[in-house]
């Protein structure tokens, strides 16, 4: 939410636009209640409120009557343009409409009242967005640490890209202690928030529909709580509609999601990256997940040359997964020869546990806790987190980007040849 022309100005604690006497009356013995000055409770509903912000400094919260609005949600929008971020609004109307209600939150609503108001109703709501103005934003506690994004890439289908994230996430978040959010972009067929038994909520889609409403508040409000310090962003976009985007939603989410938390994990389907290279182009971690197979050998070498070509700077780690010892279609070592690097980190195949984490609702990685295969998370937790660590010391000194890869080159092998050929392309 953003007014470009704007007096400057500190924020009135609150401002109210109603469209008759009594809801004036109401609100200002309600606003009285609570400190707040009631000569900014005027008249003149909906279309005042837009005409008043945008010339003037939005306040911290703001009361508006939708009574007279003949399209509430296009109207709502057009207030989001002229106000800014971190109001909290309330609206009131008359429409007694589930729909209305929901699309008025996920446009960024705090709360919506149904007329005729009671005053201890707007007493309650007022008292919410108070205490949601004071409570802690993501951003104010944790401004001091850094941010790391990592790009979970899946070699080919089915790899288990999708595992691999919500796991990452979970470990980072709880053993790795840092607040991180966790940005599934396969729209139609994310894995994210059911793998983690979330209701995906609209947020992901919002954001693609209307990327110049991202903004710190759009993320507080669209993000999914999965627990105190993950949270998720994805989307079960509905399969008959085709997703238009030119990427630059993507891209502003990661934005600012840099802002907000100190670790993104971002699950990007390949069909996301080839068309929008730019979407890791901030990405401190790549994480290639494979399997150990002829086709996942030849797309590894393909994608690693896309990588380096694209992103020459980044940090590529790559996982196998599924991993089976001696069983598999090829062992480690022709895997590793043909690609020309080693694997930095195997995780097993694991049949009993993913599905015990499916009908569970949660992470594998949590599952695996106490288990041998908790080794594979906290290694990799490690090694990204090492990872970010030495990037931003890095940074810090020299302002550029740590290089890798390059020095884990494996090397090369017969199938190596074979593959290396059939991968060309
Ligand atoms: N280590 C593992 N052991 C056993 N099963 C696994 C493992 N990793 C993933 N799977 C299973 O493989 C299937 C595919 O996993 P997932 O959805 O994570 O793959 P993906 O690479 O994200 O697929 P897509 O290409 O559809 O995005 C899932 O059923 C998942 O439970
Ligand atoms: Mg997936």
Known sequence: ?????????????????????????????????????????????????VQSLSVSASPNILFVDMSESGDPINDINALAEVCEPGTVVIAAGQVNDVRLYRDLLSSGIQDYLLKPLSLDQVRESFTMA???????????????????????????????????????????????????ALLDLDVHFGTGALTLDLEPGRGLIDAIDNPSRIDGLFIERAMVRASDKLSLLSAEAPIHQPVMTDGSAFFQLEEELRGAFEMTIVDIPRHVLIPFPHLVQEAGTILLVSDV??????????????????????????????YQNAVGELSRKEFESSIERPIDITIPFDPKLVSQAAKLGKSYAEICKGTKGAQAWSSLMRIVIDGADESNEEAAATGKAKPAGGSLLGKLGGLGTLVAKKGAK
């Open 293 to 322: 197979t002829l086709a996942s050998a030849r797309d590894t070498i393909r994608l690693l040359s896309w990588f380096k070509h694209h992103v020459p700077g980044a940090r590529v780690i790559l996982a196998a997964n599924k």
């Open 1 to 49: 939410m953003n007014a470009p022309f704007k007096a400057a100005g500190l924020r009135d604690p609150f401002n109210a636009f109603v469209c008759d006497d009594d809801t004036l009356e109401l609100i200002r013995v309600a606003a009285a209640d609570l400190g707040w000055p009631i000569e900014k409770c005027n008249k003149g509903g909906l279309r005042n409120a």
């Open 130 to 180: 108070q205490a949601m103005l004071s409570a802690p934003k993501h951003a104010d506690m944790h401004d001091d640490k850094p941010h790391h994004m990592t790009a979970v890439v899946g070699v080919r289908g089915g790899v288990g890209a999708s595992l691999v994230s919500t796991s990452l996430a979970w470990v980072m978040s709880e053993q790795g202690g840092r607040q991180t």
